[in-house]
């Protein structure tokens, strides 16, 4: 038998410990773990074809708010992938649609059903509120967020990045995002810079004072001094103090709106 003197004391606390240590350990491994949300490519079926599009979706049970992401011009960049990885990972099942596998400009007519084809999509999973979903847009994609929540009953909130509220009038583009402010019914955040120069503010200002006559609830967060596309620089996600407010100001929306 060992002495009972200091030694021992402090042998028989450090076994103390280290049992109380590996009931911790086991208690924190028997608590069941959720898969981390991984983004991953796939392919969005839509009028017999497949568009390269991206999707990520929460860890965790239960069902959550489904957004469908609509990238800007310059395509499904890794900073959208970024983004989604992201928006997913707070609490949120998305799917960004590759509206341009095929073509650069396609019709209206056409991302309109690319869009409705994914909102099935998430629609149909299980861990998905169909009662949740949101649309947003950024550049050419803020202007389908602006025409297509108006016409996709499904959406219950938008929100557009830098978008075209006056653009329209052509075969492909037949009609204004401004002209369809009758048929809104959800609420819609609009994010935009003061310096666009391809989406000049004083047209965001005129569309925001065509909702307010209408009646129609939306939020504007204007960003003194950013240029258009300010959310994804470079194909990448643009990390500054803005732009994480930028990201907030969307999540936080979904959020309360949802």
């Known amino acids: 038998m060992l002495p009972a003197g200091p030694d021992f004391r402090i042998f028989s606390r450090m076994k103390l410990i280290a049992r109380i240590l590996g009931i911790a350990i086991l208690a924190v491994l028997t608590v069941p773990v959720f898969a981390q949300n991984t983004g991953q490519a796939i392919s969005l079926m839509s009028a017999g074809k497949a568009y390269a599009s991206y999707f990520s979706a929460a860890a965790g049970p239960g069902r959550k ?7 800007s011009f310059n395509g499904l960049e890794q900073g959208y992938k970024d983004l989604v990885d992201r928006f997913a990972a707070d609490g949120f099942v998305v799917l960004a649609v590759g509206w341009q596998t095929f073509e650069k400009s396609p019709s209206d007519a056409v991302v309109e059903q690319i869009v409705r084809d994914a909102v099935a999509v998430l629609k149909a999973r299980s861990d998905v509120d169909p009662a949740k979903l949101g649309l947003t847009g950024f550049c050419a994609g803020g202007r389908y967020t602006m025409l297509l929540l108006p016409a996709v009953s499904d959406f219950a909130a938008g929100v557009a990045w830098y978008g075209f509220p006056n653009t329209g009038g052509s075969a492909a583009q037949p009609v204004k995002p401004i002209d369809e402010i009758p048929r809104l019914q959800h609420p819609l955040l609009m994010i935009h810079g003061s ?13 925001a004072t065509a909702l307010q ?6 939020e504007l967060k204007v960003y003194q001094g950013l240029p258009h596309g300010f959310m994804v620089q470079n194909g990448q996600l643009w990390k500054t103090d803005k732009a994480e407010d930028a990201y907030q100001q969307m999540v936080g929306f979904f959020k309360r709106m949802l």
Not at 65 to 71: F, K, T, Y
Not at 198 to 206: E, L, N, R, V, Y
Not at 213 to 218: D, H, L, Q, T
């Open 65 to 71: 708010p489904g957004i469908v992401l609509v990238h």
């Open 195 to 207: 310096a666009d120069q391809a989406s000049p503010i004083a047209g965001i200002f005129q569309y």
């Open 213 to 218: 006559a209408a009646g129609k609830y939306f």
